[in-house]
Structures are given as structure tokens and as C-alpha cells.
């Protein structure tokens, strides 16, 4: 298993700035993942965080709006730029080593004004 | 999308065993069936996984149809902490494969 945390835990947010998420990993992982999931909808797949190399984005995700890096087996980060109302969601991490289970993150309550 | 098709709610009451049912119909042959659950407010959690073959672990059992066309899942003696989303998918096992949430079914579990 893995014990993953996430900074900040949650953020109230002005519109036009924006926000940088940290996941942290008590272990060295494989994959690490960051999905989205707005108030009372499931969970949607923003990118994969490939480490060394730039994050694979699903549809409807572009880099400019949610730049991702992951420097090492162990951490990732997710920015929300330029946020507007809509970016208000909680966003999760998630890692595997892409055999068996997926752990995920307690997430971060982000809310913008 | 999602390659799955699970009840939006469902109850149950305390101390019963709790079914919850998922159709795959497309489901591939190297693909698996995993259940994962998201408790109010925290990050979903893995509950079991299967290809072909029932599983049983330490907080469910999953059965899985001969055809593998649909699955069951049971928490054998439901109790209020067991309220949460539970999502039923499908998944191929390999190092790129990621998880794709469809909506759910929603498990009230009442007193």
C-alpha cells in the first residue's frame, strides 16, 4: 500500500490567480494521477504525471491550464491557472505501479471566488 | 467513457448483505473488474479486484458472471460505516493503464 498526503488540503481561491497542488508518497511509484471531481459528480482523469517527461493529458485538459510536474518517484504537482468559479472541485492524486491496486489521495478542496 | 452500467442508489439494511450489481457487457479478455467505494468527503478506496474466478477478501466478495458480461458485489453484513459510492470497473492489467470512474451506485445503509 502507500500513504499519500496532499497540500494544501483545501483552498479558497480569488478568480484570475492560481493554485499549485502538491501530492506527496510515502514510496517510490510507478504511476501517479490526477483527477477531478466537481460537487456531486464523479471522479474525471485530468493527466497522467510521467516523471521526467511531460504529463499525457486526457480530452478536454490542456497544459497551459493545469501544468503538471513530477520530479521523482515520490511527488507531483498539479497547478490550476488562471482559475475561474467552474475550476471549483476537489482534486486527487493518484499513484500504482500499474500491476494491481490504485491508491488515491485524500484530495484538495479547492473553492473559487 | 465509462464501460460500465451500475444502479444510481440503492439501501440496505444494517447487519444485511449488501449486492451490488454492474453490467460490462463489452468487457475485453484481458480486462479486469475492480470495485473501489468513496466515502463522503475522502478519496475512493480499493475494495477487490477479479478476472473470471470469485473473490473473496477481508471486506467483500465478488462474483463474477460465467459469461463475465456483469458482476456482483456483496459486503456481507452491512453496516452504517459501509455508506458510500460504489463504483464498479473495468480495467486491463498493464503498467499504463488508468482508472476511468463511471457514476456509481449510491449505497444508503439504514438503521
Known amino acids: 500500500s502507500a500513504v499519500i498526503s496532499q497540500k494544501p488540503s483545501r483552498d479558497i481561491c480569488q478568480r484570475g490567480t492560481s493554485l499549485t497542488i502538491q501530492c506527496q508518497v510515502d514510496s517510490q511509484v510507478t504511476m501517479m494521477f490526477w483527477y477531478r471531481q466537481q460537487p456531486g459528480q464523479s471522479l474525471t482523469l485530468i493527466a497522467t504525471?510521467?516523471?521526467?517527461?511531460?504529463?499525457?493529458?486526457e480530452s478536454g485538459f490542456v497544459i497551459d491550464k493545469f501544468p503538471i510536474s513530477r520530479p521523482n518517484l515520490t511527488f507531483s504537482t498539479l497547478t490550476v491557472s488562471n482559475m475561474s468559479p467552474e475550476d471549483s472541485s476537489i482534486y486527487l492524486c493518484?499513484?500504482?505501479?500499474?500491476?494491481?491496486?490504485?491508491?488515491f489521495g485524500p484530495g484538495t478542496r479547492l473553492t473559487v471566488l | 467513457d465509462a464501460k460500465t452500467t451500475q444502479p444510481p442508489s440503492m439501501d440496505c439494511a444494517e447487519g444485511r448483505a449488501a449486492n451490488l450489481p454492474c453490467n460490462h457487457s463489452t468487457i475485453s479478455g484481458n480486462e479486469y473488474v475492480y470495485w473501489y467505494r468513496q466515502i463522503h468527503s475522502q478519496g475512493p478506496q480499493y475494495i477487490i479486484h477479479g478476472l473470471k474466478n470469485n473473490e473473496t477478501n477481508e471486506m467483500a466478495s465478488l462474483i463474477i458472471t460465467e459469461d463475465r458480461k456483469s458482476s456482483t458485489l456483496i459486503l456481507p453484513h452491512a453496516t452504517l460505516r459501509d455508506t458510500a459510492v460504489y463504483y464498479c470497473?473495468?480495467?486491463?492489467?498493464?503498467?499504463?493503464?488508468?482508472?476511468?470512474f463511471g457514476k456509481g451506485t449510491r449505497l444508503h445503509i439504514l438503521p
Open positions: 504525471a510521467n516523471q521526467g517527461s511531460e504529463a499525457t493529458y
Open positions: 493518484s499513484v500504482g505501479w500499474g500491476n494491481n491496486e490504485q491508491f
Open positions: 470497473i473495468v480495467r486491463a492489467m498493464n503498467r499504463d493503464d488508468k482508472i476511468i
